[in-house]
């Protein structure tokens, strides 16, 4: 019995040994390099039981393929209108191809460093063909963040994935902010394009207001001029009819009418403070005498 017990004992602890020596477990959202000697031989990135050969023949390097995030470092960009500005992003990425992660990074924190500095170069490269108003503006017609942002990410995440291995899932910005010795003169160079938006709408308002002016003007003297033309149209009718009277008048008793009308220059040309030394036999005056009723 006892030897049953030894026997049985001996079993156990081969397959123990076995299973620890000769496999390994991958788990989810995981991936494993094996590698013999320093030379990759198999890369497995399916959960589950795989086999090896026991140290010091195998080596099994796990990684975690999930989503990793990560800020980028505070760094200074000089856009293309030779402004600082501080911009900070944000990135997600993960583990596309293990073996070349392996063996061109090797670690998570190689790979913060190595994305931080990639991410910092294609920042300078992409930010230097804008000017500060794509980011900053009161026109939101100037600003171009998300195309800023998508170049950023395309370039990043294609060289990514061509040296390291890493695939970029996103890359936005995150912060945006400029230097102290900067600001001062950035709210200046602002000012000044809101002064030229200025000056150029009084400009406007003035030529507008020449061209109303104007225009009301011109008007206006057509209306006085139109309106002059028909006082004399209506002066001339009257003057017309006045005579036709004045004739059909005289026709009717011409004695009567010349009468009349030197009473009518008489009483136009005299008032009571009015004193005239003229002969009375002459006319309009001969009226008073008698003279102008023959």
Same mark, same amino acid.
């Not at 008048?249 to 009717?252: F, R």
């Not at 003229?278 to 036999?281: H, I, P, V």
């Given at each position: 019995m006892k030897?049953? &017990?030894?026997?049985?004992?001996i079993?156990?602890f081969a397959?123990?040994l076995?299973?620890?020596?000769?496999?390994?477990t991958?788990?989810?959202?995981s991936?494993a390099v094996?590698?013999?000697f320093?030379?990759?031989?198999?890369v497995?990135?399916?959960?589950?039981?795989?086999g090896?050969?026991? $140290?010091?023949f195998?080596?099994?390097i796990?990684y975690?393929t999930?989503n990793?995030y990560?800020?980028s470092?505070?760094t200074?960009t000089?856009?293309?209108d030779?402004?600082?500005?501080?911009?900070?992003?944000y990135?997600v $990425?993960n583990?596309?191809d293990?073996? +070349?992660?392996?063996?061109?990074?090797?670690?998570?924190?190689a790979?913060q460093?190595h994305l931080n500095? +990639?991410?910092?170069n294609?920042k300078?490269?992409v930010?230097?063909?804008?000017? +500060?108003?794509?980011l900053?503006s009161t026109n939101?017609?100037d600003?171009?963040i998300?195309?800023?942002s998508?170049a950023?990410e395309?370039?990043v995440?294609q060289?990514?994935?061509?040296? &390291?291995?890493i695939r970029?899932?996103?890359?936005?910005?995150?912060r +945006?902010?400029?230097?102290?010795?900067?600001?001062q003169?950035?709210?200046?160079?602002?000012?000044?394009?809101?002064q030229? &938006?200025v000056?150029? &709408?009084?400009?406007e308002g003035?030529?507008?207001a020449?061209?109303i002016?104007?225009?009301?003007?011109?008007?206006?003297?057509e209306?006085v001029?139109?309106?002059?033309?028909?006082?004399?149209?209506i002066?001339?009718?009257?003057e017309?009819?006045?005579a036709?009277?004045?004739?059909e008048?005289?026709?009717?008793n011409s004695?009567?009418f010349?009468?009349?009308?030197?009473l009518?220059?008489l009483?136009?040309?005299a008032?009571?403070d009015?004193?005239?030394i003229?002969?009375?036999?002459e006319?309009p005056?001969d009226?008073?005498?008698?003279?102008?009723?023959?």
């Open positions: 030897k049953i &017990y030894k026997v049985l004992f079993a156990v397959v123990i076995a299973s620890v020596g000769f496999t390994f991958v788990r989810e959202g991936c094996v590698s013999r320093g030379k990759i031989v198999a497995y990135t399916g959960a589950g039981l795989h090896k050969l026991p $140290w010091p195998d080596q099994v796990p975690d999930r990793q990560m800020d470092g505070y200074e000089l856009t293309n030779k402004i600082n500005i501080i911009l900070q992003t990135l $990425w583990i596309a293990p073996q +070349l992660f392996h063996t061109s990074i090797g670690d998570y924190e790979a460093r500095d +990639l991410v910092a294609t300078n490269g930010l230097g063909n804008y000017k +500060l108003s794509a900053v939101l017609e600003i171009r998300d195309e800023i998508q950023i395309e370039q995440a060289a990514a994935l061509r040296n &390291y291995g970029v899932q996103a890359l936005k910005i995150k +945006l902010a400029l230097p102290d010795a900067n600001i003169s950035v709210f200046a160079q602002m000012s000044a394009d809101r030229k &938006y000056t150029q &709408y009084l400009a003035d030529r507008d020449a061209i002016l104007g225009e009301a003007n011109a008007k206006a003297a209306i001029a139109q309106g002059k033309l028909e006082a004399a149209e002066n001339a009718e009257t017309r009819q006045v036709e009277i004045y004739g008048a005289y026709d009717k004695e009567l010349i009468f009349l009308k030197k009518i220059a009483e136009n040309s008032n009571p009015t004193v005239l003229l002969r009375a036999s006319s005056f009226v008073m005498t008698g003279g102008g009723a023959r």
